[in-house]
């Protein structure tokens, strides 16, 4: 009689997951009213998405029209690239020309999973 450990492989240990989570506030100058921030907010968050292989997604702040948090993540098998993309993303807001400024950011990497 064939068994379905006869058929399928053993499964390989599973390698160890590492998130990489960012929590960033903005400033949006020249910004006056919810909707031109939905605008802002909707076309950084595409940007963000469409250059990186990351999850971004405006999490707080969201009755203030000159302010906004976000969240982005990035999960990999090594937390040193997690970080790395995490810090590229940060840097590619700062170097656009949105009027948006960066106030505050936490970063931190979950490993073990």
């Known amino acids: 009689m064939i068994t379905f450990s006869d ?4 499964c390989p240990r599973p390698s160890a997951m590492h998130v990489g989570v960012c929590r960033i ?3 949006m100058h020249g910004v006056h009213s919810l ?3 939905r605008g802002v907010i909707g076309s950084l968050c ?5 250059k990186f292989n990351v999850s971004i997604a405006e999490v707080g702040d969201h009755d203030s ?9 990035s999960v990999s098998n090594d937390p040193v ?16 020309r949105d009027g948006i400024e960066i106030v505050e950011c936490q970063q931190e990497t979950v490993s073990g999973f």
Do not use: S
């Open 7 to 10: 058929v399928l492989p053993a």
């Open 65 to 73: 029209w000159q302010a906004a948090t976000l969240g982005v993540t």
């Open 46 to 50: 595409a940007r963000v998405r469409n």
């Open 81 to 96: 690239v997690a970080e790395k993309m995490l810090a590229a993303v940060l840097d590619f807001i700062e170097r656009g």
């Open 35 to 37: 909707k031109g921030k």
């Open 25 to 27: 506030v903005l400033r």
